[in-house]
């Protein structure tokens, strides 16, 4: 099938697909080979870059440098914001500068260490990250930062109130200050329609903008799309399943039917 049709004013952000450790890092991580390859099993957001952004062209799109387990670029480093949003990171126990994805895998890191990954990999990122979205409000007045992501069908960390309940098929996020209602419910509509579960997530981390734009910019939008990952990937085989394809050209009329509503 065609891509998806993303509109001229629109970025797609991908802050947890890659699977890259920095050899220098690496000795860093207390895990052995096995260990490390079932951590980024688990905390990677697989094919997010073919379901979400399939011949989407590079000024549309951003990328971390590095797996989340190195540099969660989700988490800003420091802040009241950083507290607030700490208790959304999976797996994390222990936040020195905030980005770290896995502290309690990785050896004590001296401040320097820690100066080294955020200049290395987190305002690297944010500084493509933020020309991307000024880029587009420059040319069209405004610009969408829809954040794709994908979660464990194990995952717990998300799950509030009825701890018993199904975990949704497509959890929606908003930010505080950069997701209008009207956004949110354009998406939840366009998701409902195809009959997937749809869990409303306020204030939820990977709902981001640029640092440099937000609460300053509120031409910039964003909103967060996470896919349950058993509606696409075998965890067995660590690979696409059966179901990819049609799921592939779902969730493509899926969000292009929302993107024709906000356009």
């Known amino acids: 099938m065609l891509p998806t049709p993303w509109p001229a004013w629109a970025v797609c952000h991908l802050p947890a ?36 952004a399939r011949g989407l062209p590079d ?24 507290q607030e949003r700490l208790q959304y990171a999976q797996g994390t126990t222990e936040i020195g500068v905030g980005t770290m994805g896995l502290m309690s895998a990785c050896r004590p890191l001296t401040k320097t260490e820690q100066t080294l990954l955020l200049d290395r990999f987190y305002h690297p990122h944010q500084a493509w990250f933020a020309a991307r979205v000024a880029l587009k ?24 109130d009825d701890t018993s309940a199904p975990l949704p098929d497509i959890r929606l996020g908003a930010h505080t200050a950069h997701t209008p209602r009207r956004l949110l419910e354009t998406f939840e509509a366009a998701f409902l329609g195809h009959a997937w579960r749809v869990q409303l997530a306020p204030a939820h981390p990977a709902a ?13 939008q964003c909103v967060s799309i996470e896919l349950n990952r058993a509606l696409y990937w075998d965890s067995v085989s660590e690979q696409p399943s059966e179901a990819y394809e049609d799921f592939r050209d779902r969730l493509a009329a899926a969000l292009g039917a929302a993107f024709s509503r906000l356009d």
């Not at 903008?209 to 910039?220: A, K």
């Open 59 to 82: 000024h549309q799109l951003v990328r971390a440098i590095c797996s989340p387990l190195v540099v969660d670029v989700t988490v800003p480093p420091d802040g009241h914001a950083a």
């Open 137 to 160: 409000v420059a040319a069209h007045g405004r610009c969408l930062v829809v954040n794709a992501l994908s979660f464990s069908p194990t995952e717990t960390a998300f799950e509030v």
């Open 17 to 52: 697909d890659s699977t890259a450790i920095p050899a220098e890092v690496r000795p860093w991580l207390r895990l052995s080979e096995h260990e490390l390859a079932e951590e980024l099993a688990q905390r990677t957001s697989h094919s997010t870059l073919d379901l979400f």
């Open 208 to 220: 981001m903008v640029p640092r440099l734009q937000e609460g300053v910019d509120r031409r910039v």
